[in-house]
């Protein structure tokens, strides 16, 4: 199935001050993730982003938070953001059909968010350069879970390029800097 820019929606889940330094390869994790969120906002995808428990886990780190145009993170306690309800709601504001996920961890909130978005009718994208975990060995445990649950996974220099879909579009030149 290819993804379009139609009705896609990129989730950015708990890239937070107090949970980054605890994650696998944090720095990489970090600047993968700008570069998603700087590729979907040139291509106009609009983006969610969640907060866990934000008094302690802290805020939003300022490296992605300062990149998303009208940033508001939403507020959650549970695990998935799919038990939210200003997601539920946002998801269908925006008619969303395709949810391209970053964020962490991957073996916690993004796995739920994307089992429970799958039992929603949705087709959640998990960008696995873009997610960790404390440990990678629990990145490969959610892999083998998204494999398990059909959920899809790719990298962010993937599904930018599937998302811009031609050299012609007005948006390559800037998309081919962000991933070089």
Same mark, same amino acid.
């Given at each position: 199935?290819?993804?379009?820019? %139609? &009705?896609t *929606?990129?989730? *950015?889940?708990?890239?937070? %001050?107090?949970?980054v330094?605890a994650? $696998?390869e944090?720095?990489t994790?970090?600047a993968?993730?700008k570069?998603?969120?700087?590729?979907? +906002?040139?291509? +106009?995808?609009p983006?969610? !982003?969640?907060?866990?428990?934000? @008094?302690g886990?802290?805020?939003?780190?300022?490296e992605?938070?300062a990149?998303?145009?009208?940033?508001?993170?939403?507020e959650?306690?549970?695990?998935s953001? /799919?038990?939210?309800t200003? *997601?539920?709601?946002?998801?269908?504001?925006?008619e969303a @059909? &395709?949810?391209?996920?970053?964020g962490i961890?991957?073996h916690v909130? !993004?796995? +739920?968010?994307?089992?429970?978005?799958?039992?929603?009718?949705y &087709?959640p994208v *998990?960008v696995?350069? /873009?997610v960790s975990?404390?440990?990678?060995? &629990?990145v490969?445990?959610? $892999?083998?879970?998204?494999?398990?649950?059909g959920i899809m996974?790719?990298?962010? %220099?993937?599904?930018?390029? %599937?998302?811009?879909?031609s050299?012609?579009?007005?948006?390559f030149r800037?998309?081919?800097?962000?991933v070089?």
């Amino acid at each position: 199935m290819r993804i379009t820019r %139609e &009705n896609t *929606v990129g989730l *950015v889940i708990d890239i937070q %001050e107090r949970l980054v330094p605890a994650m $696998a390869e944090n720095e990489t994790l970090t600047a993968h993730c700008k570069i998603l969120i700087e590729g979907l +906002q040139t291509l +106009q995808i609009p983006l969610l !982003v969640t907060q866990q428990y934000t @008094k302690g886990l802290g805020e939003t780190i300022p490296e992605i938070s300062a990149l998303i145009t009208d940033f508001k993170p939403i507020e959650k306690r549970d695990f998935s953001c /799919c038990d939210e309800t200003a *997601v539920s709601e946002q998801l269908q504001t925006l008619e969303a @059909k &395709n949810v391209i996920i970053c964020g962490i961890e991957s073996h916690v909130c !993004v796995l +739920q968010t994307a089992i429970d978005l799958k039992e929603s009718g949705y &087709n959640p994208v *998990v960008v696995m350069d /873009c997610v960790s975990s404390r440990s990678l060995d &629990n990145v490969d445990l959610a $892999a083998e879970r998204f494999r398990h649950e059909g959920i899809m996974m790719t990298s962010y %220099e993937s599904i930018l390029f %599937e998302l811009t879909r031609s050299a012609a579009a007005a948006e390559f030149r800037t998309i081919s800097k962000l991933v070089k």
